[in-house]
């Protein structure tokens, strides 16, 4: 037996009462960035995720590829700007983010849950109208001024509306979806969203048990630095207002903020380049992230 595959086994040895606790519910994971990693920890995630699917859970994946995108805008010489964290999109970036999300990194993530043994589908937002998108407006305070301006981030956009029709037949069949995130607009403009958000709308909409954020940080600190365990909603409010909770944290936790409004039981963040992070947060007592619920 593989060193992975001892630690998968250790993990679900005292993991009965979990199992049932999650037995045909919808787990919806996002996993991109910095936690996509390497090609064995792409693998390893991958039969993770078959694993959860086989003991009797629906996972729905939603994957990122900043880095991948990145990578593929510096080889075709072409510049990146961001502003308050989103990438400005114009019309030629978004068919190289299509290319990359939906093409090659979404079949890269379903082809490793299909080799772990379980059967997964890579779509888009855009398949069966499964992301309704509208373009994001953001303002800003001119610093000298204090006028508010408005940023034209391009073809920025955010979920307005989830149809689960497609994501309900593939978890009927038994399917694992894996969910690049673009959506379309009513016109039928294409539009990059950002991954943790279609995480946050996919989530809301299929009502499901657990949300699960891997990023590359263990979860939330509180003013002292210190690691915090779980959060009520309320509590996350007044660490944005208070400053402990700053900066890219931010948007991650009002995404699990705006899931658990719309149904989800209990939203998590956590590290996603530890090994089997998925299976300790849902199988253990610890957990292995900051959860944070109503």
Not at 116 to 126: C, D, P, R
Not at 133 to 140: D, E, G, H
Request: net charge negative; charged share 20%.
């Amino acid at each position: 037996m593989s060193d992975d595959k001892q630690a998968q086994m250790e993990i679900l040895s005292g993991a009965l009462r979990y199992l049932k606790r999650y037995d045909d519910q919808i787990v919806v994971v996002k996993y991109g960035g910095h936690a996509m990693g390497e090609e064995e920890n792409a693998l390893a995630f991958g039969r993770d995720i078959a694993l959860l699917e086989q003991v009797g859970i629906n996972p729905v994946v939603v994957h990122g590829g900043g880095p991948q995108i990145n990578s593929m805008l510096k080889r075709l010489n072409v510049q990146s700007t961001f502003v308050q964290g989103l990438r400005v999109t114009d019309a030629q970036m978004v068919e190289v983010v299509e290319m990359v999300l939906a093409g090659t990194v979404n079949k890269q993530v379903s082809s490793a849950i299909t080799r772990a043994g379980a059967l997964a589908v890579g779509i888009s937002g855009k398949d069966g109208n499964l992301i309704r998108a509208r373009r994001v407006t953001r303002t800003v305070k001119d610093p000298g001024s204090n006028i508010e301006q408005v940023l034209d981030l391009g073809l920025v956009g955010e979920p307005e509306a989830v149809d689960t029709r497609v994501l309900q037949l593939l978890i009927g069949a038994e399917i694992v979806p894996v969910i690049a995130p673009v959506g379309v607009g009513a016109d039928g403009v294409t539009y990059n969203i950002n991954a943790d958000t279609v995480a946050g709308a996919i989530a809301g909409a299929l009502n499901a048990e657990r949300m699960l954020l891997l990023t590359d940080v263990p979860g939330v600190k509180d003013a002292t630095g210190t690691f915090v365990p779980e959060m009520t909603e309320a509590e996350v409010k007044a660490g944005i207002a208070e400053g402990w909770i700053a900066g890219g944290m931010i948007p991650k936790v009002e995404t699990c903020i705006y899931a658990i409004e719309k149904g989800v039981k209990g939203a998590v963040i956590l590290d996603g380049r530890t090994p089997h992070a998925v299976l300790r947060e849902l199988f253990t007592d610890g957990g292995a992230g900051t959860l944070i619920r109503a």
